[in-house]
């Protein structure tokens, strides 16, 4: 029986992964090399390489793994004394980078580091203070990973001011002459796309657990979902497609049978290159012709891993750990 196109999605991201690990050790020559590339951008990318290997593996799989390679390098970085030293080049995000840190140290390694950089963190850090719900979402989920004591609300009351419940979808005005075409009008902006992206994420830990909502709010939640899905498809959004179907995933839904999920598996094999890459963000923003293979790295690296981690969680058994 041929591949699926989900399979096929899943095994091409994975390959193209695993052959170009160099361009993720922040400490190899493939990433010196790269034009452009800052501090924060290796280190971002090393712990999105982190998040895949922490929610995509699948222990009992008795199948080659092919997450093999991308694991011993995580342990080896998370175990370099001089990784967790790149986050203070990127003062905005150091804080938020020590607490992803130590909430993916793989099982097994010494620790010290990571609750080295956790003592760090300045209590404000990890308190409401001013920040908005998907904010103290993201910090809740991230700081309960890493075991360390917060003072973030729980998340029943943080819910009903999620994105996932609070966004509304654009409406026509009345200036508008007629409705457009289904599937044409962008229900939600793209950031508040990704607040609703990434709130589903923590609150189901990546499909492993009950996103907390139910009722009218899953409804409408599911709503927001389908129409940024039809939208991504529209417009060859790649990242963020990949991104809401794992979100109808999350929220209890089987993508590969809603239209809009079946349709943006299809967006993106058809974005897929032979390499298994895929090759930006969108259509708009992917790799020009002839760049060099660190620049065309940069520019698809993470929208091939998101793609990655998608398929594997969409299609493994729901609340598999």
């Given amino acids: 029986m041929p591949p699926s196109l989900l399979e096929q999605l899943s095994a091409g991201a994975l390959d193209w992964l695993g052959g170009n690990l160099d361009h993720f050790d922040p400490f190899s020559a493939a990433a010196a090399a790269t034009p452009r590339s800052t501090t924060q951008g290796k280190a971002k990318?090393?712990?999105?390489?982190?998040?895949?290997?922490?929610?995509?593996?699948?222990?009992?799989?008795?199948?080659?793994?092919?997450?093999?390679?991308?694991?011993?390098?995580?342990?080896?970085?998370?175990?370099?004394?001089?990784?967790?030293?790149?986050?203070?080049?990127?003062?905005a995000y150091a804080s938020t980078y020590r607490l992803v840190y130590a909430a993916l140290a793989p099982d097994g390694i010494d620790d010290t580091r990571c609750r080295e950089e956790l003592?760090?963190?300045g209590p404000d850090f990890l308190s409401p203070g001013e920040k908005s719900p998907y904010r103290r979402i993201e910090i809740r989920y991230y700081a309960d990973e890493a075991g360390?004591?917060?003072?973030?609300?729980?998340?029943?009351?943080?819910?009903?001011?999620?994105?996932?419940?609070?966004?509304?979808?654009?409406?026509?005005?009345?200036?508008?002459?007629?409705?457009?075409?289904?599937?044409?009008?962008?229900?939600?902006?793209?950031?508040?796309?990704?607040?609703?992206?990434?709130?589903?994420?923590?609150?189901?830990?990546?499909?492993?657990?009950?996103?907390?909502?139910?009722?009218?709010?899953?409804?409408?939640?599911?709503?927001?979902?389908?129409?940024?899905?039809?939208?991504?498809?529209?417009?060859?959004?790649w990242d963020l497609a990949a991104e809401l179907v794992l979100t109808q995933f999350v929220l209890g839904e089987d993508p590969l049978r809603t239209p809009s999920g079946a349709a943006a598996v299809e967006c993106l094999a058809r974005a897929q290159r032979p390499d298994g890459a895929i090759p930006g963000r969108s259509s708009e923003l992917r790799a020009a012709p002839h760049v060099t293979a660190g620049e065309f790295f940069r520019t698809a690296y993470?929208?091939?891993?998101?793609?990655?981690?998608m398929a594997s969680i969409v299609s493994s058994p729901r609340g598999a750990s």
């Fill in 45 to 91: 990318a090393a712990l999105e390489l982190g998040l895949l290997c922490h929610r995509a593996a699948r222990p009992g799989d008795t199948e080659p793994d092919p997450l093999s390679g991308a694991t011993a390098l995580v342990r080896k970085l998370w175990q370099d004394p001089d990784f967790p030293r790149l986050f203070d080049d990127s003062p």
């Fill in 119 to 121: 003592a760090r963190l």
């Fill in 148 to 237: 360390v004591r917060h003072g973030i609300e729980p998340y029943a009351e943080l819910l009903p001011h999620s994105p996932l419940v609070a966004l509304r979808a654009a409406r026509p005005t009345v200036a508008t002459a007629a409705p457009a075409a289904k599937g044409t009008v962008e229900p939600l902006t793209v950031p508040q796309a990704y607040a609703l992206t990434h709130t589903a994420f923590y609150l189901g830990d990546f499909g492993r657990t009950d996103p907390r909502i139910a009722g009218a709010d899953l409804d409408h939640a599911r709503d927001l979902t389908h129409g940024m899905l039809l939208h991504c498809v529209a417009h060859d959004l």
């Fill in 302 to 309: 993470h929208t091939t891993l998101v793609t990655a981690l």
